[in-house]
Antibody, heavy 120, light 113 residues
């Protein structure tokens, strides 16, 4: 069945970088944008951007420009999100989610989440 | 950016009663080209990722119980749970995918009275 499986929890020091992976199963990887959404503890959902796995095009939320890089490896159907210059405000659960490119569709399926804690 | 505002922030409803959540967007999310509202509703239970219930404002995702329904167009939308069940306790979010950046409402927490 359609599934996104994310990498495990991470603990990072302030100023460090994080890189989370999201491996796709059960569908055509290049047919769905992979979005990244984060959720700080006890807070709401915060959209970070997407990558088009077909051609590698990206669209980042302005607030993360200069700190975020989304990439993909079509040979392994895996998407990656790297965030640099981490602060405690980046402590959050990070989710990947898929939306169908052809119909400009909604966030249809989600990964299980990756908890990233930024602490000195 | 399109701002999504939900009301109320929380509500407590008796089992079997109706729950209604409202969502207002700061600009229309109705795309005239295809006459679709680019609006989705998500349910998030503690410790779980969000799950889509409704997309295109009123299309129920396959497998979602028919007590969940979405309505509205343009800037004003509603998620209705016609007969609240214990398993519906969750936080509900609306989200627009009309343009970038995609934005979510702040969430509405639904509890049992």
């Amino acid at each position: 069945q359609v599934q996104l499986v994310q990498s495990g929890a991470e603990v990072k020091k302030p100023g460090a970088s994080m890189k989370v992976s999201c491996k796709a199963f059960g569908y055509t990887f290049t047919g769905y944008y992979i979005h990244w959404v984060r959720q700080a503890p006890g807070q709401g959902l915060d959209w970070m951007g997407w990558i088009n796995p077909y051609n590698g095009d990206t669209n980042y939320e302005r607030r993360f420009q200069g700190r975020i890089t989304m990439t993909r490896d079509t040979s392994t159907s895996t998407a990656y999100m790297e965030l640099t210059r981490l602060t405690s405000d980046d402590t959050a659960m990070y989710y990947c989610a898929g939306s169908e490119i052809a119909v400009s569709g909604h966030l249809d399926f989600w990964g299980q989440g990756t908890l990233v804690t930024v602490s000195s | 950016d399109i701002v999504m505002t939900q009301s109320p922030d929380s509500l407590a409803v008796s089992l079997g009663e109706r729950a209604t959540i409202n969502c207002k967007s700061s600009q229309s999310v109705l795309y005239s080209f295809d006459n679709k509202n680019y609006l989705a509703w998500f349910q998030q239970k503690p410790g779980q990722p969000p799950k889509v219930l409704i997309y295109w404002a009123s299309t129920r995702k396959s497998g979602v119980p028919d007590r969940f329904s979405g309505s509205g167009s343009g800037t004003d939308f509603t998620l209705t749970i016609s007969s609240l069940q214990a398993e519906d306790v969750a936080v509900y979010y609306c989200q627009q995918y009309y343009n970038s950046p995609w934005t979510f409402g702040q969430g509405t927490k639904v509890e049992i009275k």
